[in-house]
Structures are given as C-alpha cells and as structure tokens.
C-alpha cells in the first residue's frame, strides 16, 4: 500500500479521502491508520501491529470521522471514498486522552526499575496524551506472574491487553500458547497450562509488547536502553542470514534484536539468534595462543604461536596437508583460507563438514526462488527436512503462506514433525524409501497444476549417506513439475564460501579423514561435535599436527591440536555471509574481543606473512575485500559410501540449540524446553518388535561407534527408523546409515 498526493486519474481499486486536510489516494480495504502512517500522520497506538491481525481492543487510536455518530478506531475502520478524518481535533482528543486516563488506572508506577524504561510506547504515548495527576485514588490491581521460560520475563500488573503477545502465538508462531483468562478488570494474559513458551521464535513478543510486561530475561536488570550502542550484525547460525541489531555497553554484547528487512526476516528473529550471544564469554572461551609442550597446554605469545603454527604448515605442505573449514566462516576468511590452501600447494580444502555423500560433487547453492517470494507460491513440498528448527523464520513465512495465501504444503520425510500450519498431505517413509516417494503420482499431479511451486530439501536429505541419489530425485521432481529447487545450505555462509572457493580440487573433507594426513588446519571448528563422522575424525586427528583456529579452547579442541590460535566470533569481527538467496550482507564488528583474540583475517593475514605466500600483501579489511573475487572452483566426485542393509535406519536431525559452538555455549538457550536430552526415537510397533519399552536404555551404533541412550516412543516416526538428534556429546558416535539396537 501506498500514500501519495490525490491524482485526477484515480485507478479504479483505490480511493480518495483527507486525512487531517490532507488529500490523499489509497487502496481499497486500507485501514484508516495504514493510510495515515504512509502519508506520516501519526496516531496513538497500541493493540495495532502492522504484521499482526487486528484486534481494536486498546482503543488507543480513536479518531473522528465526519458524519459518524461516534469515534471510530483508526486500525479497524475501512477507507471510503470522500471520507474525512480528523486526528488532532479537539473531540479526537479527547477520545485518545480518556481512553489513556483508563489505560493508567491499574498500571504501575514501575517505571525506575521496568527494563522497558526508556523504550516504553506506553511512556512515549502517556508523555502526549496522559494526565499528569491521576484521578483515581483506589489501590491499584495485582496479577500474579507466572513463569513462562528461560527467554521471557513477565510482569503481567504492567500488562494493558493489548493481546499483541497473543496474537503472535497464535497467528506467526502458531503455537497459540498465550490467551486471555477472565473478564472485565479481571483479565489477565498467560499460558493455560503453566508450562513454558515452546515456539523457536517466542523471544519475539518482547519485541511486540508495548509495555514491560513481558522483557528479555537474559538482558533483564543489565542495562539502560541509552547506554547501549547498537551496532548491524547478522545471524550466523543458519542460511537465512536474519538482520539484527547488537546492543553492546563497554564492549559487551547483552542483547540482540532484530533489524527489519522485508526480504529477508521481515521484523522478526529466531531465539537461536536472539539468545546466542551468551555463548561468546563462556568460560572456555579461547583469549590466548596456546601451545602443547610435551603434552601439557602452555599460553605463549602471538609471536610463539605464529611460528609455530608456520613450523606445522611448512613442514606438511602439499597433499599432506588438510584445511578443514568451518561453513558459517565469514567470505573474508573463507578466502584467506582458499589462498593459504593454494599456497601451501594443497587442494585438500574444504567446508562441507555434515556432508557424507560427495559422489555427485555437490555444493551449496542459492534459492531458485527468493526466501520472500516462497510464500506467494501456490504449492510447496518438503523434502527431507525438519524446516521448523533448520530454519525458524521460513517455517514462519510458510505458515503465514498457507493462512493468508491458501499455499498447498506437502512434506515427505522420516518423521512426521511439529509444523504450525496445515499440510495437504504427508508421506513419511524411512530415509531409502525417500526418492521413491517423490515418484508418487498424486504428488507430482497436485505440483504440475500449480503457477508457482517450490521443492525445498533439506538437512536430511542433503546429509543422508546417499544424499546424491536424493538430490538427483530432487532435480528430477523439479524439472518433471516445474517446480523450483530450494535446497537448503548446510551452513550459515556455504553459500559464501561456494564463491570464494572453499572447495577441494583433491580430497574432500571425506576422503581427508578416510585417508589421514600429516597435518590439518581447523578453523572455527569443535571437532568433537562438527564433523558428520566424528569416530573418523577423533582418529585422522589424533595421529596429526593440528592448527586450530578457534573461539573456544574445549577438550576436544584440546584434544587434538598442537596450536589453538584464538580468532573473534562474527558479532566481534566485520565480515559480510551470503545467505541461502545468494544475498551478500555485511555485518559489523559489536562486541569487544575478549584478551588477546584477534579477527580470524588479521591472523590469516600474518600467518601468510610468516610463509611467505602470495595474496597476503594488504594491511587493511578495505585492501583484503579489494583483492577478493568469486572462485570457480569443481570439486572432485569422490566414491559413495557403502551402504549397509543391516539394522535399522536413522534420521539425524540437528538439535536446534545444538548447531554450532556458540549456541551450544548460550545457557538460557540450553535451558529451552526444545533442547531436550539426547534420546533414541522409534515407533512403538518397532519397539514392541526390538522388545524394549520407554525409557529404557539401549545401546544403538555400527561397530564404528555405539552410544547408551533411553528410548522415546513416537508414532510420528517412520517404521524402521530411528530417530536422533546431533549436537550432542551423546549422540556424535551415530551416524545416519544404519544402527543395531540392543537393551543395555
């Protein structure tokens, strides 16, 4: 919608009306504040969102409309054509000040200690149209709190129904986890059963609520809201790529909000993102060089370390060396580290650490359709993914397609998983049976009568031992349908590192733990909880000389390397990412890094220095982005993995608050009610079979590894499937072939 100047020439779908003396053409069906905020005529407000339903419960926006007996609501009253409204008049006044002498009858006077002070709408409104001495003198009303998580905050006496924080459970979130409970004076917001807030994306009805009833619990007594700076980052914690903004006091990240932007996370942000940032001071968090000397960890300084870590590197170039690289890695670093690989004549380079079928020589790729126009698309299907916890904010925009578009949504998967909107239909199959399943008829029927249809595949299928066989089925579903191919990234910059050429022209990151080298290079890699393969792993590693760059000095890291070498996470560095629409964002440096850590490319940069290699001459982040340029670069096939037809098979789904080191370090993200303990899922029919009941432990794994876990029965499950979730110490021994289970 927009507002513009009235035009003789009016097209026949919009209307003229004056607004304030003010003349102006606007669409039919547009509400009387729509049109006011495109033409920036301001009016009270605080029930209305723009991206919610509307509700006209606070009443804060009444106006006078020429000729209506009575105020009318400026959110819920249709433009008609003629019509004249008034905003600032004295009898719209006195509507908007009576109804905010009712609002402050039972709000408290919290104001000095409310974290919401200072960015309060409630504050800013009250300034321009409350009283200032209140008329009332009875004691005010008291609603008890409850507690609804780890995230959320509440103090429901500041409350003033609004129901914005309703509405978005129950409309974005589809959770419908918040109501309200009695009447009148009565009425009080809050869960019906007492339990937590469950939706990944909860954190964002603190955004929506205009008072301080509800507040981030993690940032909660930290700060004022005018002492923080604000800085423009990215989350790096899946493709999309969501906008945000960084709050930092004195160099320390306390909040993350989002930063809107329509294309691609609209005005909300996932809790994964929103809450990460407690991960970046966890205790052991890499601040110094360290050295292993006979064994034992010694702190050295940046120039130790740097030789060092130029002694390995000169030692074991060639093919005897690996680089193992991180895939939410910054474009930046990623080509440092195509430059260092090259340099050191090594073409065993490579990103792709949770793949395990490289036989197709795939790799990371743009949206065929971009993430905004996936929700304008009459059918979509999914294909091996959980999308609600991959990517928490396209799992919101697919439900909001299926309610206000009527998009047909199909999903055919391992595990028939949570979504919040109405699916046309489901297929769940266990994971072989997944490329036959795109040959159903009726399936392909429902997709080829469709102008605009999306397949998107995702984790399980492009992480399956057999994953090219499922892309190949894939690409063969989309160009029989016409619809596009949306395979979701495995990283938060694969993308990105795609185009700077992060890619192997010897071994993949397969084949260089199948065959080990002498020496590897990590880079911002966990190496007990990263790779797909984490036995083959544990063992290339062991028998080499390790350079790890990294934000954390964990015991695997320690485990393994010879030097740690601590580099800055992405809020803490200026770096860009590209997101799964092939869009190149650039993010800032926020927080202050920690000791002595520097930014990955300043130590790449005197790495290189220290070797002697071309492409390391620049002194700034101007000169490296200057000299950086997209890379066309194939990597080479490399054999299937054998299949085996013994056991039962497993869908590895990656735990949501478990995707990368950061996340698995935010403690209130770890106290999320989804980030449930490591478990092996089946259907009780298969459990019946295997004669073990809920609870009970087992023992589930290949001779390559095994792990104890107590046993979930789910009927979502596909038959002959386990179900487990990576992330997990617990879990990391599993792959996703084929497992025996046995009672421990």
Same mark, same amino acid.
């Given at each position: 919608?927009?507002?513009?100047?009235?035009?003789p020439?009016?097209?026949?779908?919009?209307?003229?009306?004056e607004?304030d003396?003010?003349?102006?053409?606007?669409?039919?069906?547009?509400?009387?504040?729509?049109a006011?905020?495109?033409?920036?005529?301001p009016?009270?407000?605080?029930?209305?969102?723009?991206?919610?339903?509307?509700?006209?419960?606070?009443?804060?926006?009444?106006?006078d409309?020429?000729?209506?007996?009575?105020?009318?609501?400026?959110?819920?009253?249709?433009?008609?054509?003629?019509?004249? %409204?008034?905003?600032?008049?004295?009898?719209?006044?006195?509507?908007?000040?009576?109804?905010?002498?009712?609002?402050?009858?039972?709000?408290?006077?919290?104001?000095?200690?409310?974290?919401q002070?200072?960015?309060?709408?409630?504050?800013?409104?009250?300034?321009?149209?409350?009283?200032?001495?209140? $008329?009332?003198?009875?004691?005010?009303?008291?609603?008890?709190?409850?507690?609804?998580?780890?995230?959320?905050?509440?103090?429901?006496?500041?409350? #003033?129904?609004?129901?914005r924080?309703v509405r978005?459970?129950?409309? #974005?979130?589809?959770?419908?986890?918040?109501?309200?409970?009695y009447?009148? =004076?009565?009425?009080q917001?809050?869960?019906?059963?007492?339990?937590?807030?469950?939706?990944?994306i909860?954190?964002?009805?603190?955004?929506?609520?205009?008072?301080?009833?509800?507040?981030?619990k993690?940032?909660?007594?930290?700060?004022?809201?005018?002492?923080?700076?604000?800085?423009?980052?990215?989350?790096?914690?899946? /493709?999309?790529?969501?906008?945000?903004?960084?709050?930092?006091?004195?160099?320390?990240v306390? $909040?993350? %909000?989002?930063?809107?932007?329509?294309?691609?996370?609209?005005?909300?942000?996932?809790d994964?993102?929103?809450?990460?940032?407690?991960?970046?001071?966890?205790?052991d968090?890499?601040?110094?060089?360290?050295?292993?000397?006979?064994?034992?960890?010694? =702190?050295?300084?940046?120039? =130790?370390?740097?030789?060092a870590?130029?002694?390995?590197?000169?030692d074991?170039?060639?093919?005897?060396?690996?680089?193992?690289?991180?895939?939410?890695?910054?474009?930046?670093?990623?080509?440092?580290?195509?430059?260092?690989?090259?340099?050191?004549?090594?073409?065993?380079?490579?990103?792709?650490?949770?793949?395990?079928?490289?036989?197709?020589?795939?790799?990371a790729?743009?949206? &065929?359709?971009p993430?905004?126009?996936?929700?304008? &698309?009459?059918?979509?299907?999914?294909?091996?993914t959980?999308?609600?916890?991959?990517?928490?904010?396209?799992?919101?925009?697919?439900?909001?397609?299926?309610?206000?578009?009527?998009t047909?949504?199909?999903?055919?998967?391992?595990?028939d998983?949570d979504?919040a909107?109405?699916?046309?239909?489901?297929?769940?199959?266990?994971?072989?049976?997944?490329?036959?399943?795109?040959?159903d008829?009726?399936?392909?029927?429902?997709?080829?009568?469709?102008?605009?249809?999306?397949?998107?595949?995702?984790?399980? /299928?492009?992480?399956?031992?057999?994953?090219?066989?499922?892309r190949?089925?894939?690409?063969?579903?989309?160009?029989?349908?016409?619809?596009?191919?949306?395979?979701i990234?495995q990283?938060?910059?694969?993308?990105?590192?795609?185009?700077?050429?992060?890619?192997?022209?010897a071994?993949?990151?397969?084949g260089?733990?199948?065959?080990?080298?002498?020496?590897?290079?990590?880079?911002?890699?966990?190496?007990?909880?990263?790779?797909a393969d984490?036995?083959a792993?544990?063992?290339?590693?062991?028998?080499?000389?390790?350079v790890?760059?990294?934000?954390?000095?964990?015991?695997?890291?320690?485990?393994?390397?010879d030097?740690?070498?601590?580099?800055?996470?992405?809020?803490?560095?200026?770096?860009?990412l590209? *997101?799964?629409?092939?869009?190149?964002?650039?993010?800032?440096?926020?927080?202050?890094?920690?000791v002595?850590a520097?930014?990955?490319?300043?130590?790449l940069?005197?790495?290189?220095?220290?070797?002697?290699?071309?492409?390391?001459?620049? #002194?700034?982040?101007?000169?490296?982005?200057?000299?950086?340029? *997209?890379?066309?670069?194939?990597?080479?096939?490399?054999?299937?993995?054998?299949?085996?037809?013994? +056991?039962?098979?497993?869908?590895?789904?990656?735990?949501?608050? $478990?995707?990368?080191?950061?996340?698995?370090?935010?403690a209130?993200?770890?106290?999320?009610?989804?980030?449930?303990?490591?478990?092996?899922?089946?259907?009780?029919?298969?459990?019946a079979?295997?004669?073990?009941?809920?609870?009970?432990?087992?023992?589930?794994?290949?001779?390559?590894?095994?792990?104890?876990?107590?046993?979930?029965?789910?009927?979502?499950? /596909?038959? +002959?499937t386990?179900?487990?979730?990576?992330?997990?110490? /617990?879990?990391?021994p599993?792959?996703?072939?084929?497992?025996?289970?046995?009672?421990?």
């Amino acid at each position: 919608m927009s507002a513009q100047p009235v035009n003789p020439n009016v097209p026949p779908d919009h209307v003229t009306v004056e607004i304030d003396g003010q003349s102006l053409v606007v669409p039919k069906g547009s509400m009387i504040i729509q049109a006011a905020d495109k033409a920036g005529i301001p009016i009270p407000r605080f029930c209305y969102h723009e991206k919610l339903p509307i509700a006209a419960n606070c009443r804060m926006c009444l106006v006078d409309v020429e000729k209506s007996p009575k105020p009318s609501p400026a959110c819920a009253t249709p433009v008609m054509d003629g019509m004249k %409204v008034t905003t600032r008049s004295e009898k719209a006044l006195k509507y908007q000040r009576s109804v905010m002498e009712f609002l402050l009858i039972n709000h408290p006077l919290d104001c000095p200690i409310c974290d919401q002070g200072g960015e309060c709408e409630l504050q800013d409104v009250s300034l321009g149209y409350g009283r200032s001495v209140s $008329r009332f003198n009875e004691r005010k009303r008291v609603v008890p709190d409850e507690d609804i998580g780890p995230l959320v905050a509440t103090e429901m006496t500041r409350c #003033i129904q609004c129901t914005r924080c309703v509405r978005f459970t129950a409309d #974005i979130a589809g959770t419908y986890e918040l109501g309200g409970m009695y009447r009148g =004076e009565n009425l009080q917001i809050g869960t019906y059963d007492g339990k937590p807030l469950t939706t990944e994306i909860s954190g964002n009805v603190i955004d929506v609520c205009p008072v301080g009833a509800l507040t981030n619990k993690v940032f909660q007594f930290r700060a004022r809201p005018w002492e923080l700076m604000a800085r423009e980052s990215l989350g790096y914690h899946d /493709a999309m790529g969501s906008n945000l903004f960084l709050h930092v006091r004195r160099g320390e990240v306390l $909040r993350t %909000v989002p930063r809107e932007n329509e294309a691609v996370n609209e005005c909300w942000l996932s809790d994964r993102d929103r809450y990460s940032h407690q991960g970046l001071y966890a205790e052991d968090r890499a601040v110094k060089p360290l050295k292993k000397v006979n064994g034992q960890w010694t =702190e050295v300084s940046w120039a =130790e370390g740097l030789a060092a870590a130029t002694q390995i590197l000169r030692d074991n170039a060639g093919d005897q060396l690996g680089v193992l690289v991180h895939p939410s890695t910054s474009n930046e670093e990623g080509a440092l580290l195509a430059r260092l690989a090259e340099g050191l004549n090594s073409g065993n380079l490579d990103h792709r650490l949770l793949n395990r079928d490289f036989s197709d020589a795939a790799v990371a790729e743009a949206f &065929a359709t971009p993430l905004a126009e996936i929700e304008r &698309a009459d059918v979509v299907v999914l294909f091996g993914t959980n999308v609600r916890h991959e990517l928490p904010l396209l799992h919101a925009r697919l439900r909001k397609a299926s309610i206000q578009n009527g998009t047909q949504i199909h999903s055919v998967n391992p595990v028939d998983f949570d979504f919040a909107f109405t699916q046309a239909s489901r297929t769940v199959v266990a994971p072989s049976q997944l490329v036959g399943a795109l040959d159903d008829a009726a399936l392909r029927d429902a997709v080829k009568g469709a102008t605009r249809a999306v397949i998107v595949v995702g984790a399980l /299928a492009e992480n399956h031992p057999q994953a090219a066989a499922l892309r190949a089925a894939a690409r063969d579903f989309a160009a029989a349908t016409g619809a596009s191919l949306c395979r979701i990234p495995q990283g938060a910059n694969a993308v990105g590192l795609v185009s700077q050429g992060v890619l192997p022209t010897a071994r993949d990151v397969a084949g260089m733990l199948a065959q080990p080298r002498q020496a590897y290079v990590l880079y911002g890699i966990e190496p007990g909880l990263d790779f797909a393969d984490a036995a083959a792993a544990r063992s290339a590693l062991a028998g080499a000389k390790v350079v790890a760059f990294s934000q954390f000095a964990c015991a695997s890291t320690r485990d393994v390397a010879d030097v740690i070498l601590p580099i800055g996470a992405l809020p803490e560095i200026d770096a860009s990412l590209t *997101n799964l629409d092939g869009r190149v964002q650039t993010a800032r440096a926020a927080g202050r890094l920690p000791v002595e850590a520097r930014e990955g490319w300043r130590v790449l940069r005197a790495l290189g220095g220290e070797l002697g290699l071309a492409g390391f001459e620049f #002194i700034d982040l101007v000169g490296l982005r200057a000299g950086m340029q *997209n890379r066309s670069v194939s990597p080479v096939a490399s054999a299937q993995p054998a299949a085996s037809s013994d +056991g039962l098979e497993v869908a590895a789904t990656a735990a949501i608050y $478990r995707t990368d080191a950061v996340v698995r370090r935010a403690a209130a993200l770890q106290s999320h009610p989804l980030n449930i303990a490591p478990c092996v899922a089946m259907h009780p029919e298969q459990a019946a079979q295997l004669q073990v009941g809920a609870g009970q432990m087992v023992k589930v794994g290949t001779d390559a590894g095994r792990a104890t876990l107590p046993v979930v029965l789910d009927k979502r499950v /596909a038959p +002959g499937t386990v179900w487990v979730e990576s992330g997990h110490g /617990a879990t990391a021994p599993l792959g996703a072939g084929r497992v025996t289970v046995v009672a421990a």
